[in-house]
């Protein structure tokens, strides 16, 4: 019997995301790699219909709440191609050691591809009530103040908690839900 605790089974409701670097990498710690995300989530919002209601990118993993049709293959779409320009960036900006520690970290039964950048799967949660949504939302938002790297959720750049404060975010995202 298959798990159904990490399934999308209503996707109309947001979901709460999770990606992680393999071995917990800080591959994202670079803002060129953090980029390539809102990139992609810029894209997926206009061309996939996503709607992205909340993120955060930290340096070895993201979170992010987000809703569409087909939302498990919108979510595959982002980490295949997240995975891929973030490899290219690696390789073309001299980054030896980490694209050796993403070698080594690859699943082995991975055989098509040379290295891994995510672990699997993003283990969605339906967000289906808004006292679970703003549970998450402040959860994403206060990730970057628990670690100590900002005392104010506003002050992590790679975060929607802008976009909630009434200001201007890196991306638009979806505050009225």
């Known amino acids: 019997m ?15 995301l999770t990606c992680t670097i393999v071995a917990w990498l800080p591959v994202l710690a670079y803002p060129r790699f953090a980029d390539i995300i809102l990139e992609s989530w810029r894209f997926l919002q206009k061309q996939a219909d996503v709607r992205i209601y909340g993120f955060v990118i930290m340096e070895n993993h993201l979170h992010w709440i987000a809703a569409a049709e087909r939302l498990p293959d919108r979510a595959a779409q982002f980490k295949s191609f997240t995975a891929r320009k973030i490899i290219d960036g690696l390789g073309e900006s001299g980054f030896e050691t980490l694209l050796e520690e993403l070698r080594y970290f690859k699943e ?12 699997e799967g993003s283990h969605p949660q339906e967000l289906a009530h808004p006292a679970v949504m703003r549970q998450k939302l402040d959860y994403i938002h206060l990730n970057p103040v628990r670690r100590g790297y900002v005392d104010y959720p506003i002050h992590w750049r790679y975060s929607s908690a802008r976009n909630y404060a009434g200001g201007p975010g890196v991306i638009e995202v979806v505050t009225e839900w």
């Open 108 to 119: 082995r039964h991975k055989l098509g591809q040379e290295y891994q950048l995510w672990q």
């Open 2 to 16: 298959t798990r159904s605790r990490y399934r999308i089974f209503e996707e109309h409701r947001p979901h709460f």
